[in-house]
């Protein structure tokens, strides 16, 4: 059984600014399409019962391409009035979700999990977290994470390189483990509750071996045009 789902995609995108100009980074076209609708297309193969979108910057570009449903899936939005980092982000879109276990996917990233099998084992382990780890050849970008006994027990820093698994940003959470955690304001989820509570919370970590990009920076866009070609 799917849960709804949150797709962060209220970033500026930087990093893209010498490439892509005047729309939200989900909206980067990529191989004639907006990047996002890379990935609802596989969200949708799944048929979650909906999907919230979180957005902030030119918000009215998502809405305005995406509309109330995509395909027969209906779609709702969190608006952030200021930018709430992706912790405040999750928990505002979390409040239009209607499933107690929750997805979270970045706009921005293409993970080819399996989506119904990586929700399967969040609920037999009967963690309030689990994140997918996306397998790489060079972790420097990201920070790899160590796995021990399926649950993450550190995140290195970034620049490291070498092989690894990676935080891919898909996230099996409960709505309740939210509500204890959750802050005021703005807040990363990474640093702010993973990294600083990783003890605590011991969350299920579920490597998957394919394809992830992240088309933040220059050089992954460009490789996302073939990709998706």
């Not at 209906?74 to 209607?98: F, H, M, N, Q, R």
């Not at 060079?138 to 620049?159: C, Q, S």
């Not at 299920?204 to 394919?210: D, K």
């Amino acid at each position: 059984m799917m849960a709804d789902t949150i797709i962060l995609a209220g970033g500026k995108g930087t990093r893209l600014q010498s490439v892509v100009r005047d729309v939200p980074k989900p909206m980067a076209p990529v191989a004639g399409r907006p990047f996002l609708f890379h990935v609802l297309d596989r969200l949708a193969a799944c048929a979650p019962p909906r999907v919230v979108l979180s957005v902030g910057y030119k918000a009215d570009t998502i809405v305005t391409a995406v509309g109330e449903s995509y395909g027969a899936i209906p779609v709702v939005y969190a608006v952030e009035s200021e930018p709430l980092g992706t912790g405040g982000a999750i928990c505002l879109a979390a409040e239009s979700a209607k499933t107690e276990t929750v997805l979270v996917l970045n706009g921005d990233t293409f993970a080819e999990i399996d989506l119904p099998a990586f929700l399967e084992a969040h609920r037999e382990a009967g963690r309030p977290l689990s994140l997918a780890l996306a397998t790489v050849e060079d972790t420097a970008r990201y920070g790899n994470v160590a796995l021990r006994n399926g649950r993450i027990v550190a995140f290195g820093e970034k620049g490291r390189s070498g092989p690894g698994l990676i935080n891919a940003g898909v996230y099996a959470i409960e709505r309740s483990f939210l509500d204890e955690y959750r802050r005021a304001g703005a807040f990363s989820f990474e640093i702010d509750i993973l990294m600083a509570h990783l003890d605590e919370i011991r969350p299920l970590g579920v490597p998957f071996a394919g394809l992830f990009i992240d088309i933040g920076v220059p050089e992954d866009y460009a490789r996302a045009q073939e990709l998706f070609r």
